[in-house]
């Protein structure tokens, strides 16, 4: 069974950084795209930022300069760089990995953004 374990979440004040983490346990991620999504508290989850097997980006409009998603095959790891963090930012951050006809998905790592 894929396993993608998410870590990095935290308490960050505004205008603060965080790099998660996410780790699979299968070498299914060799041959998955990657995601980031987040779901903030009453609101649906949305997309964050996505990363393909030969790493071509893709990101939400209000993360574009502010986020980094990138991958490491090596370590079977997605990672997202978190710059300049606002309060709206605070959500629970989920990881997954997909391609045509699977997708898994992490447990979650809470952000929160708070002064």
């Known amino acids: 069974q894929v396993q993608l374990v998410e870590s990095g979440g935290g308490l960050v004040q505004p205008g603060g950084s965080l790099r998660l983490s996410c780790v699979a346990s299968?070498?299914?991620?060799?041959?998955?795209?990657m995601g980031w999504y987040r779901q903030a508290p009453g609101k649906q989850r949305e997309l964050v930022a996505t990363?393909?097997?030969?790493?071509?980006?893709n990101y939400a409009d209000s993360m574009k300069g502010r986020f980094t998603i990138s991958r490491d095959n090596a370590k079977k790891t997605v990672y997202l760089q978190m710059d300049s963090l606002k309060f709206e930012d605070t959500a629970v951050y989920y990881c997954?990995?997909?391609?045509?006809?699977?997708?898994?998905w992490g447990q979650g790592t809470q952000v929160t953004v708070s002064s």
């Open positions: 997954k990995a997909f391609n045509f006809g699977y997708d898994y």
């Open positions: 990363i393909t097997t030969s790493g071509n980006t």
């Open positions: 299968e070498t299914i991620f060799r041959i998955s795209a």
